[in-house]
């Protein structure tokens, strides 16, 4: 029996009470198995697909067992990132809701660790954090590991590799033998059994069973392109699919903050995460992203693991990850709890090795696709006019324009000729809408910028860089404007953007089109305000 009835399980009022409240009916795999096993005391290893509740299946366990009278913390749940750290801690606050007097606590680097200081000396049951930051807490003596009766890797596959280990292992040392002790992953390879053998006591492995690695519900695609087509690729299936919220997955840094700057420059509502940003940075991307401010986020592997947001509906592999294994997490960013979703992946060369092997790595079929053609396009854009004309036709009042139109066809067209002329113009002002090549290069909106404030992005061509000193000099010297209100100001390949206070927005724009700046020629090929 795989799904059943949260009641059926043994968990208080309270918990069945927040459950109900996030919409939850039925348990999922991993939580009908886990749940009863860490109530009874087992050391567990759970391994289920992205997207199926890993996350309640040891929250919930831990919850109740938590005592309300103790402040102490008594579990601690390491997490690979900040945003995850950030929403296990969110996804436990909801499951507590009715909990009274249980707290949880997120920390992580780059947050200010007095603040944090201050939180765990109120009284903290349950930390949840990223390994650097818990154990300089453990150093200062600002976390207590005397009453730690749970320990929990999210994410256990990468948190047993990488840098992670030594400061994992630190920490087990120092706490209480009598512990449990839980790893959590959609992927467990071998290694992972050895590691359990030291650090778990006669752990039990629950796997639920299923054929594949990955979701049913995902439908998988790929794309055998060239390099310089993955920009054209990657906004053709944009424009056709229509994705609510999509991630793209790029290899490095530099390539997620290029391609981020060639998405903003064609007009699509898109910003950038990787771990080169400041912590205040990449909780505004996450959040704006969260609220569907952004539509596109263009992402390192800092958003490959756990990150659950809703109506992601696709994933793009840019780049194919290195690592077969993060194919599996990648992708699993779409089709969460049940929802369908769609992944593309890029192929170049010989990334086609390398996807045969994701394939037989997680048993699923990616089915070989083609970049569409802007006839196919054009066809779904038809297609959607269609829709929306039909429907307002059953609902707006036309009377005013049929007599307008019978003038019209008294005088020299048929019926058939204007429908076709409105069309044709409608569909047209849609395309000057829609960002075009001759757009590109420069832009003006609020695409990402901070509240109150207006984003600029200028085409500065290739060999006339500019540094950002020399924009913010300019800008403020031309309006007198303080420096310290001109922002996020990056150079990339060709493009620059500048932030400015969006009353200032016309008038910078300006500046930037008449002036030269320390010799070298800002070119703006168009101005476009939204
Ligand atoms: N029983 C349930 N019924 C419906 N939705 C659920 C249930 N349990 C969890 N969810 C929701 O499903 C989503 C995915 O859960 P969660 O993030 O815990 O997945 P996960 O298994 O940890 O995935 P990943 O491997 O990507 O980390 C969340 O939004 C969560 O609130
Ligand atoms: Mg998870």
Same mark, same amino acid.
């Given at each position: 029996?795989?799904?059943? #009835?949260?009641?059926?399980?043994?968990?208080?009022?309270?918990?069945?009470?927040?459950?109900?409240?996030?919409?939850?009916?039925?348990?999922?795999? &991993?939580?009908?198995?886990?749940?009863?096993?860490?109530?009874?005391?087992?050391?567990?290893?759970?391994?289920?697909?992205?997207?199926?509740?890993?996350?309640?299946?040891?929250?919930?366990?831990?919850? !109740? !067992?938590?005592?309300?009278?103790?402040? =102490?913390?008594?579990?601690?749940?390491?997490?690979?990132?900040?945003?995850?750290? &950030?929403?296990?801690?969110? !996804?436990?606050?909801?499951?507590?809701?009715?909990? #009274?007097?249980?707290?949880?606590?997120?920390? @992580?680097?780059?947050?200010?660790?007095?603040?944090?200081?201050?939180?765990?000396n109120k009284g903290v049951q349950i930390v949840i954090g990223t390994p650097g930051r818990v154990m300089d807490h453990i150093r200062r003596g600002t976390l207590k590991l005397d009453n730690i009766d749970y320990f929990v890797l999210d994410e256990a596959d990468v948190m047993l590799d990488m840098g992670f280990i030594d400061d994992i292992e630190t920490v087990l040392r120092d706490i209480p033998e009598d512990r449990q002790t839980l790893f959590f992953s959609a992927t467990i390879p071998q290694s992972i059994k050895r590691l359990s053998k030291k650090?778990?006591?006669?752990?039990?492995?629950?796997?639920?069973?299923?054929?594949?690695?990955?979701?049913?519900?995902?439908?998988?695609?790929?794309?055998?392109?060239?390099?310089?087509?993955?920009?054209?690729?990657?906004?053709?299936?944009?424009?056709?699919?229509?994705?609510?919220?999509?991630?793209?997955?790029?290899?490095t840094r530099k390539m997620v903050d290029e391609l981020n700057i060639k998405l903003q420059a064609r007009g699509y509502l898109s910003d950038a995460i990787h771990g080169g940003l400041n912590q205040n940075q990449r909780d505004r991307v996450m959040g704006k992203f969260r609220n569907g401010i952004i539509e596109i986020l263009v992402a390192?592997?800092?958003?490959?693991?756990? &990150?659950?947001? !809703?109506?992601?509906?696709?994933?793009?592999? @840019?780049?194919?990850?290195? =690592?077969?294994? @993060? @194919?599996?997490?990648?992708?699993?960013?779409t089709g969460r709890a049940g929802k369908s979703g769609e992944a593309h992946s890029f192929v170049v060369g010989k990334d086609i090795y390398k996807l045969r092997d994701i394939q037989k790595y997680t048993k699923s079929k990616i089915k070989r696709s083609e970049i569409p053609s802007q006839n196919d396009i054009e066809a779904a854009k038809f297609d959607q006019f269609n829709d929306e004309l039909s429907q307002y036709m059953d609902s707006a009042d036309l009377g005013k324009y049929i007599e307008l139109i019978e003038d019209l066809i008294d005088e020299q067209y048929s019926a058939l000729e204007i429908a076709a002329a409105l069309m044709k113009k409608s569909i047209e002002r849609e395309d000057s809408d829609d960002n075009q090549p001759e757009n590109a290069g420069q832009s003006f909106g609020d695409t990402g910028a901070e509240p109150g404030m207006v984003r600029l992005f200028i085409n500065i061509g290739k060999k006339d860089r500019v540094s950002p000193r020399h924009i913010v000099g300019a800008i403020a010297g031309e309006t007198g404007m303080p420096g310290g209100l001109i922002g996020a100001i990056d150079i990339y390949d060709n493009f620059t953007f500048v932030e400015v206070p969006r009353e200032k927005g016309h008038e910078v724009l300006q500046i930037m089109k008449d002036n030269y700046i320390k010799g070298t020629k800002v070119n703006i090929e168009a101005a476009r305000s939204k």
């Open positions: 029996m795989q799904k059943i #009835k949260f009641n059926e399980l043994n968990v208080s009022d309270e918990i069945l009470k927040a459950v109900e409240e996030m919409g939850f009916e039925e348990t999922t795999p &991993i939580q009908t198995n886990a749940i009863p096993a860490v109530l009874n005391g087992k050391d567990i290893v759970g391994q289920a697909q992205t997207g199926t509740g890993k996350t309640a299946a040891f929250g919930i366990p831990l919850l !109740e !067992e938590m005592d309300a009278n103790n402040k =102490d913390p008594q579990a601690i749940i390491l997490c690979p990132t900040r945003e995850l750290a &950030i929403q296990v801690s969110e !996804e436990l606050k909801r499951l507590a809701k009715y909990k #009274k007097r249980i707290y949880t606590l997120p920390v @992580y680097g780059g947050q200010s660790i007095g603040r944090q200081i201050k939180a765990l650090y778990q006591k006669n752990s039990e492995f629950l796997r639920v069973a299923h054929e594949k690695l990955t979701v049913p519900s995902i439908e998988q695609y790929y794309y055998e392109i060239r390099r310089h087509d993955k920009l054209k690729a990657l906004t053709r299936i944009l424009d056709l699919s229509n994705p609510e919220l999509a991630i793209v997955f790029c290899n390192t592997d800092v958003a490959a693991r756990g &990150i659950d947001v !809703e109506d992601v509906e696709a994933v793009f592999n @840019y780049d194919l990850p290195q =690592d077969t294994d @993060y @194919y599996v997490h990648r992708i699993g960013r």
